[in-house]
């Protein structure tokens, strides 16, 4: 699935939402941009991780749907970190850090918005597609560490990981119509390391798969025009 595809579709998405609930609904349907940071970790027995922090931008949709509900549509591109413990083999006492990860990513989402106070304050929840590129390992330095746990599994040899995962999201918006802080957590429901066990390297010493859920609180400021 390529970046030009979710473009595509979600500028379709947002057209659609925009003539839809100026035509059903006569209420509001407002464009925004949104920009943040985002605290990334993975959920995992496999490895030692430490949540780190990356940041995030992109652009939302957000219309009257019925009653109290909203729809929120929109793209977002993230660069998460997430740090992963190993040791450097060379060193002597042995050398144990966190290896900091980048990886990419861009999020299509289709949330609902439940308006405790209009405009001010509400709930927000739903799916979000996510894909991404490579977990790459941010210094070159680091590539041949050895993982925590592992006798030759090294650093650069876990960052061909799955794609594309699902994502379920809840949080909340507090603001003015204009603008508004968004605050939610975001759980990955598919496992993002299922990539690795086809690949030809040193498997958990459990006899079991590699797995691993995300975990991701985003904090947000939203522009809407």
């Known amino acids: 699935m390529s970046i030009k595809f979710l473009l595509f ?5 947002l057209i659609y939402s925009t003539s839809f609930a100026q035509r059903n609904y006569d209420e509001y349907n407002r464009l925004g941009i949104q920009g943040g940071i985002s605290f990334f970790d993975i959920n995992t027995s496999n490895f030692v991780t430490e949540q780190q922090t990356g940041f995030g931008a992109g652009f939302t949709t957000r219309g009257s749907f019925r009653g109290n509900l909203d729809l929120i549509y929109g793209l977002t591109f993230f660069s998460n970190k997430v740090g992963v413990l190993g040791s450097n083999l060379a060193a002597s006492p042995l050398e144990k850090q966190f290896i900091t990860y980048t990886i990419p990513n861009v999020q299509v989402n ?3 918005s439940y308006n405790i ?3 001010h304050f509400s709930l927000e929840f739903g799916p979000i597609l996510n894909v991404n590129g ?3 390992v941010d210094s070159p330095n680091l590539e041949n560490y050895l993982l925590e746990g592992y006798t030759t599994l ?3 040899d876990i960052e061909d990981i799955s794609p594309i995962n699902v994502h379920l999201m809840g949080g909340a918006t507090v603001g003015l119509e204009s603008f508004r ?6 759980y ?6 299922n990539k690795l066990n086809d690949k030809n390297i040193e498997k958990p ?13 985003v904090v947000l400021a939203v522009v809407y025009f």
């Open 110 to 112: 289709f949330l609902g």
């Open 117 to 119: 106070i209009k405009h």
């Open 134 to 136: 490579k977990m790459k």
């Open 188 to 193: 990955g429901v598919t496992n993002m390391l």
């Open 181 to 186: 802080l968004s605050a939610h957590y975001q």
């Open 9 to 13: 579709v979600t500028l379709t998405g």
């Open 154 to 156: 090294r650093a650069q």
């Open 205 to 217: 010493s459990d006899g079991g798969e590699f797995k691993g859920n995300s975990g991701t609180i």
